[in-house]
Structure formats: structure tokens, C-alpha cells
């Protein structure tokens, strides 16, 4: 699944404005609030190697994103270097210079031909492995082209998030896909409050969206149902979407308050919650969980549900425990690949955890193995 990049607590961010949409449903959610500090474990070695940049280089300065394709290279998207490919030999940059329309590359996407798509701060780029083909998603809409989720649902349709809302995609043209603005009682940063930070599918084929300020929502073809902070959600403004094994619903949200002009008010809710059935759960024994930015969350082949905390690691969930790895840096992507190892994607470079849980700093020089 393609994770969302937190853009919002990167420089020289803006937005702008959407549509309305016909059915919504509300639902109405128990909330539940769980101690878990029996649950939580330290990783048993969580040596940490880092390279100091005057060493050598950073992957890039924000990691925005991670992914391995088909064939086993490993991609990397950054904010200002383009993407980076590493093909088990070497690491090559693809650039505005390659024909990228943007160096702002916040993630990558394979379809079923293989061919690769990108999104970027200037449109929708299309890489068959040799030429790019650059897409505009809305003419003299900045916010509509500043794209940042790809997605191909289970019956083949192309989804597109921006900073301008929803868009559908079909090769060749784009069709905005509106979702009405439920009624909220927080306030809403104009700046984001279009912004699509995850597109995701469940096991029964509905469509997830979480909107930055209008809470995360759920379409089943026909109607839309809104999941908001008066259901139990930590914060309106949701980052992430994930299914886990049990069919529980994992959503990350970042602190509405962040975006407060007064320093001393950037203080409120923001974490991980959890939706068992109608039942909303918090965790609020785990550092991060309750009072702070919460970017990623990856469910891995094992069904480990991933978290990435800004100041306190990457917690592993196992079904039963919670498990700390004292990553240093703030994460924005998880990805496990073929081999079994995490790369953690971020602000601040690029790090892996191998099979001995090891926490390596990976550099432009490795290392990769």
C-alpha cells in the first residue's frame, strides 16, 4: 500500500479548494479507551549506526517514500532530489533533468504492464523504464497538481490524491471524484483542507480516503460514511488508513493544532486509533500514540502492523505486544521487502532494519546488504 507523505510539516506549503458529493451516512461509534502498558517491548537490539553527514551523503534530506517494484530495485522518493533507484548495484537519481516535471517525488506506483507512475509536485509522471510522459491533472489548478497518492483499486481504476482532492484517472483523462465536507467542530486550515493523505481499499472493496481536517471516510459505490473526531478519532486531520489481519481499521492522525500561529497552542490530540467492529480504541500508555504525528502505518506480509511515531521510533504490533525500535529519526514511509528487511523512509535520510533488528543509517554509499 502507498503511504502518505506528511508535506504538511514540510516548507513552502499551500492548497486550495473542492466539491460537494450526494449521500452521506454517519456512523456512530462506541469509543473505547485501553491501557497498554503490559504491551510494550523493546526491541532486543536496537543498535543504531549512523553516518554523520559530513562523512558522506543522505539518501536525501526528506525521505518522502519507499518501494520495491516487480523485478526487486528498490525506489525512493524525496522532496527535493527526485527519485532515487537502487537496482542492486547501483544508486541512480531521476531528475527533472531525466524529464521528470518535478524533483518533488513523494511516491511510485507499478501497474500491471509494469509500467512505473510517479507523483510529483508538478502533475502525474509515466516511466516505462526508458521516457517519461508527464500529465497535467487540472489546468491552472496548482493545488490539483500537486499530487501525492497513487492507487489502483482491485477492479483496475486508477485513483489520484492532490492537494486539490480526489481524482480519477484513466490513461488519458481525469475525472474529479467530490466528497462532500461533513459538519466539524474543529477548525479547518484552509491551506490543507483539500488535501488527500491516503487512498486505500478494504478486503470488500471499499474505497478509504482521509482528508486533511474532514477525518477519514468510507465509499461503498453508492453512499459515503464519515469517521470524525467526535467518533473517537484523536484529530480530524488523518494521515493514514490500515486494514490488519483481524479486519480492524488502523487510522494515524497529526495534531490539528500544529497549525496554530501561537507557538503555545500547538498542543492537542494526534496518534494511532484503532476501529475494532464500531468499537474506537486509543493506546494511551505509548509514547506518541496520543499527543503527536503519527505518518505512517504499513502492514507487512506477516500481518505486523507498522507505526511511525515524530519523536518517539517505530513501534511493531504483532496481534498481541507492541514492540519499540529507537529509530532517530521522524519516519514517513515503511516498507518490508523480498528479503525481509524494513526500509525506513524519512526526515532526515533513509534507514533499515535488517533481520538481526539492527537500525542501519543507509547513505548514497550503503549499506545496502
Known sequence: MLKSPPIANLPNVVCLKKEKMKLITILTITILTTSCNSQI??????????????NVSQIGTYVISAFEDSKGNLWFGTLEEGIARYDGVQLRYFTKNDGLPSNRVTSVIEDSNGIYWFSTGEGLSKFDGHDFTNFIVKKDDWGSNVVNQLFIDSKGQFWIGTWGGVYTFDGNKFTQFPIPYPKVETSINEDTKDWITEIDEDAEGNMWFARDGYGACKFDGKTIVHFLKKDGLHSNNVTEIEFDGDG??????????????V???????GGVNKLENTTMISFPEINGFNDGDVFTIYKDGANNIWISTTKNGVYK???????HYSVPISITDIMKDKHGIMWLAGAGGLYKINQKEEIINVTKKGPWK
Open 41 to 54: 517491548k523493546e526491541a532486543r537490539t536496537n543498535k543504531v549506526e549512523s553516518v554523520t553527514k559530513e
Open 248 to 261: 480492524s481499521i488502523w487510522f494515524g492522525t497529526r495534531v490539528a493544532e500544529r497549525d496554530n500561529p
Open 263 to 269: 507557538p503555545e497552542k500547538r498542543i492537542g490530540k
Open 317 to 323: 504490533y504483532n496481534g498481541r505486544e507492541f514492540k
